[in-house]
C-alpha cells in the first residue's frame, strides 16, 4: 500500500505539472482583428455613420491602435469613446496606408470602444485593426508558482496528517486519488487561450468583471456594476455571487480573466470531486464506492457539458453542492443526527449558487422528508431539521433579502423572467435521453450533449437490479436509497417528452413553476447526482457480484473516462467566433441582461441631461457610483438626469447634507428635481439600505459565531462511534 501511495504522489505531482506547462505565459504581442476576406468592412454612401467598432477590456497602461485602411474623401476618423462619451479622435488621411494612434489608459475599463466614424462621402476600407502593448498584457505567470506551492502544501500536510494519526494511509490513497480526478478532469481546460462558447459565459464573464470593478470601487459586498451599462451601473443582487468573488480577486490582481475564470472552473472541479467523495462517505465506508461515485460524477457529462459547453456557472457550482444536500438530508432523517450540519453546508452553497437550483433541489429535499416523517417523528428528529433550517436562513439573510427585496420593490423590467416560457417545447426524447451511443445536437455552433450515455446507463440498470432483488430486505439506508433512486427516476421522466407537460400547461401554479425553470432538462442535473450516490453504494455492496466488484468499479471507470475523452468540446473557438485574439482583451462580451435593469426605455448614455437651457451646469465630476456636480437652476421645476440606474441605495444630498426629491426618468436612470436660482452642489453616493446591512450583519455575525464554536469545541458529533446499520466496513 506504502509503495502505491507513493506511485500516487508523483502521478499526481505529474499531472499537476502537465498543467503548469499547458499554461498560458504572459505574452506582450500585439493582438490583431482582421476579416476573412482580408478586410474587416468595406463601406460607401452618403450617410455618415460608424462603420465598424470594438469594445475593449483593457488594464491601466499604454496602448498603441494600429488601423490598416484605404480612404478616398477626407472627413473619416478614428473615434475614441469610454461610457459613450468620446474623449479622443484622429482623421484617416486620404489614400492607403496605416494610421497609428497612442492610447494611455489611466484607469480599467471595461468599455473602451474604438470606432471608424464614416465621414458620408467616397470609399473607405478598414483592412485589419490591432492593438500593441508597452508591457505584458496581463500578469498570469505567478499563478504557476502559486499551484506548485499548493501542490507541494497537500503532499506535505497528507504526509503529516498520516505520521500523526490523524488520517490512515488508506484514506491518504483515496483522497490522492480524487485529487488525480479533479485535476484530470481539468485536463479540458488546457492548451487553449480562450474559454471557448458557452450559452450563458458571456453574463458570468461580465459579473466577474463587475464584481472587480465594483471591489476597486469600494463597496463590498458589490451590490452594483459600476462600469458597466456605459457607466450607469448594473444590479448584482439578483444572481448569487459570493463564489464569483474568487476569479474576480485574480483579476484584481493582474491575472487575465481568461486564466481568471479557467482556475476556478478548476476549483470546482475539486469542489465537485471531495463533495461527491464526502457525501458517499456519509453512506458506507468504502472506498471503492466513495472513489467510484467521485469519477463518475466529475467526468458525468451533463456536469462538464454545463461547465464547459452551455457556460452554465451558476447551475454548475450548485452541481458541486448537491452530494452534500442529499447527504445532509439522510443524516437528519435517519442516520447520524450530530451531522445535521452538513445539510446547512450543502443547502447554503446551492442558495449562494443558483437561484433555480436552490428551488429545484428544496423541493426534492422536501419530498425526501416527507417520506421519511413518520421515522423522523417517532425518533424526535425535528429538532435538527429546525436548527439546520434557522442556521441556513442566519447563513444567507445576506443574499435573500436584497434578492427578494429587489425582486419584489425593485421596479425591476423582470417581464422576461415572470412571463410564460415554452417549456413543454424544450423536453427530450425518451430515445434521445437513453442514447448509448454519442449524439450531440448543435445550434449556432454550440454542441449540446443531454444524453445519459454508457455509464449512466449501466448504473442506472444496475440499480433497477438490485432493488429487485433486496425489495424485501433493506435496512434503514437502503430504504433511504431507494427512495432516492425513486426520485432520480422521477426527474429523469420529467426531463422527456412523456410527462404531461401540455396537462400541466393549464395549471396556473404548476405552469408559472415550470415557466420559471425554463428547461426540462435542468433535471438531469440533480438525477445524475442522485443516481450515482445510489448506484456506487449498492455496487460494491451487491453479495451476488462481490467476486467481481473491483472488475465492475475499473469498467465503469474506464468507460466515464473514454467517454469524457471522445467528447468534442470546441474549445478552440472563442466565443466571439474571431479566435483567442479577442478574449485577452474581453472584446465585446460585456452582456447585461434586461430583465435586471430598471424599467425604462434602455436609451442609456455615459453623461448627465438636463431638462433644458434654463440649468447651467458648473462642473460635473463622476467616479464608479460618485457623482459630484456643481449647477444653477432657473426658477420653474428643473431636473437632471443622472448615468446611474434609479437602483435603491442611491443618496442625493446638496452642499447643507440635504436630501434632493428623486423620480425615476424615462430610460430608468435617477432624475433628481433641482432646487431653484442658487448656486447648489449635488452630491451622489451609494449606501446600502439599513435592511440589507442588518442582513449581512447577521449572516456575518452567524459565520463568526461557527467559526469560534469550531475553533473552541468541534462539530459536536465527531466521528461516528461504533457501526452504522446497513453499512458496510473494509
Request: hydrophobic share 45%.
Amino acid at each position: 500500500m506504502i509503495s502505491l501511495l507513493r506511485r500516487t504522489k508523483k502521478v499526481l505531482v505529474i499531472l499537476v505539472l502537465l498543467f503548469l506547462v499547458s499554461l498560458n505565459a504572459d505574452s506582450s504581442e500585439p493582438i490583431l482583428f482582421t476579416g476573412d476576406s482580408g478586410f474587416l468592412v468595406q463601406h460607401t454612401g452618403d450617410v455618415q455613420e460608424e462603420i465598424y467598432s470594438k469594445t475593449l477590456v483593457l488594464e491601466k497602461g499604454n496602448y498603441q491602435v494600429q488601423l490598416a485602411y484605404t480612404s478616398s474623401e477626407e472627413g473619416n476618423a478614428l473615434w475614441i469613446r469610454n461610457h459613450d462619451v468620446q474623449i479622443d479622435s484622429a482623421e484617416i488621411p486620404v489614400g492607403e496606408g496605416e494610421l497609428c494612434y497612442d492610447l494611455r489608459i489611466e484607469e480599467p475599463t471595461p468599455n473602451l470602444e474604438v470606432s471608424v466614424h464614416y465621414a458620408g462621402n467616397g470609399y473607405l476600407e478598414v483592412k485589419s485593426f490591432a492593438l500593441e502593448t508597452e508591457k505584458p498584457w496581463h500578469r498570469d505567470g505567478w499563478v504557476r508558482g502559486l499551484l506548485v506551492l499548493a501542490a507541494a502544501l497537500v503532499i506535505l500536510l497528507l504526509d503529516f496528517l498520516v505520521r500523526t494519526g490523524k488520517v490512515t494511509e488508506r484514506m491518504s490513497f483515496e483522497i490522492y486519488v480524487v485529487l488525480g480526478i479533479a485535476v484530470l478532469s481539468s485536463s479540458f481546460l488546457l492548451n487553449e487561450s480562450s474559454v471557448g462558447h458557452g450559452d450563458d459565459l458571456t453574463y458570468h464573464l461580465t459579473r466577474i468583471e463587475g464584481i472587480a470593478q465594483g471591489l476597486r470601487d469600494g463597496q463590498f459586498p458589490v451590490r452594483i456594476y459600476p462600469d458597466m451599462l456605459a457607466g450607469n451601473g448594473y444590479l448584482n443582487a439578483m444572481y448569487p455571487s459570493l463564489f464569483l468573488y474568487i476569479p474576480a480577486v485574480f483579476r484584481l490582481l493582474g491575472v487575465s480573466y481568461v486564466v481568471s475564470y479557467k482556475l476556478f472552473l478548476i476549483c470546482m472541479n475539486f469542489g465537485a470531486a471531495f463533495a461527491m467523495y464526502a457525501a458517499i462517505k456519509c453512506f458506507t465506508k468504502s472506498g471503492r464506492a466513495a472513489l467510484l461515485g467521485t469519477a463518475l460524477y466529475v467526468f458525468a457529462r451533463y456536469r462538464l457539458n454545463n461547465m464547459l459547453v452551455r457556460g452554465a456557472l451558476g447551475e454548475s457550482l450548485a452541481m458541486i453542492f448537491l452530494p452534500l444536500v442529499i447527504a445532509g438530508v439522510w443524516q437528519i432523517a435517519a442516520g447520524d443526527r450530530r451531522k445535521w450540519w452538513i445539510l446547512v453546508a450543502g443547502a447554503t452553497g446551492v442558495i449562494q449558487s443558483h437561484v433555480l437550483s436552490t428551488v429545484v433541489y428544496a423541493a426534492i429535499a422536501l419530498v425526501l422528508f416527507a417520506a421519511c416523517a413518520g421515522k423522523m417523528v417517532r425518533e424526535k428528529r425535528t429538532a435538527e431539521l429546525g436548527m439546520a433550517a434557522g442556521l441556513i436562513l442566519l447563513l444567507n439573510l445576506g443574499f435573500l433579502v436584497p434578492f427578494l427585496t429587489y425582486y419584489v420593490k425593485g421596479n425591476l423590467n423582470l417581464g422576461a423572467l415572470t412571463e410564460t416560457f415554452a417549456y413543454w417545447v424544450e423536453s427530450l426524447n425518451p430515445a434521445y435521453l437513453f442514447g448509448i451511443f454519442r449524439i450531440t445536437h448543435e445550434d449556432a455552433g454550440f454542441v449540446r450533449d443531454f444524453a445519459l450515455h454508457l455509464p449512466m446507463l449501466c448504473l442506472f440498470g444496475f440499480c433497477l437490479i438490485y432493488c429487485v432483488h433486496h425489495r424485501a430486505e433493506m435496512s434503514d439506508r437502503d430504504r433511504f436509497l431507494r427512495r432516492l433512486f425513486v426520485a432520480a427516476c422521477l426527474l429523469l421522466f420529467m426531463t422527456t417528452n412523456w410527462f404531461p407537460y401540455e396537462m400541466i400547461r393549464n395549471v396556473a401554479f404548476l405552469d408559472h413553476f415550470f415557466s420559471m425553470i425554463q428547461f426540462p432538462w435542468r433535471f438531469e442535473g440533480p438525477a445524475i447526482g442522485i443516481l450515482i450516490i445510489t448506484g456506487a453504494v449498492w455496487i460494491t455492496e451487491y453479495q451476488h457480484i462481490e467476486g467481481y466488484c473491483n472488475v465492475l468499479v475499473a469498467a465503469l471507470v474506464v468507460m466515464v473516462l473514454l467517454d469524457a475523452s471522445h467528447w468534442n468540446l470546441r474549445w478552440n473557438q472563442s466565443m466571439t467566433g474571431a479566435g483567442a485574439d479577442e478574449d485577452r482583451t474581453c472584446a465585446d462580451i460585456i452582456y447585461c441582461p434586461q430583465e435586471y435593469m430598471v424599467r425604462g426605455d434602455g436609451a442609456f448614455y455615459g453623461g448627465y441631461i438636463v431638462s433644458d437651457e434654463q440649468v447651467t451646469v458648473h462642473s460635473y465630476e463622476k467616479d464608479g457610483l460618485r457623482i459630484d456636480m456643481i449647477y444653477r437652476a432657473e426658477p420653474g421645476g428643473h431636473w437632471v438626469e443622472l448615468p446611474l440606474m434609479h437602483y435603491m441605495g442611491y443618496v442625493v444630498t446638496d452642499e447643507k447634507g440635504e436630501d434632493y426629491e428623486v423620480m425615476t426618468g424615462d430610460a430608468g436612470n435617477m432624475r433628481v428635481l433641482l432646487e431653484n436660482s442658487e448656486r447648489h452642489e449635488l452630491h451622489v453616493r451609494y449606501r446600502d439600505p439599513v435592511l440589507f446591512r442588518i442582513a449581512s450583519f447577521i449572516s456575518i455575525l452567524t459565520i463568526l459565531i461557527i467559526i469560534l464554536i469550531l475553533l473552541t469545541r468541534g462539530f459536536r458529533g465527531g466521528p461516528v462511534t461504533g457501526p452504522m446499520r446497513g453499512v458496510r466496513h473494509e
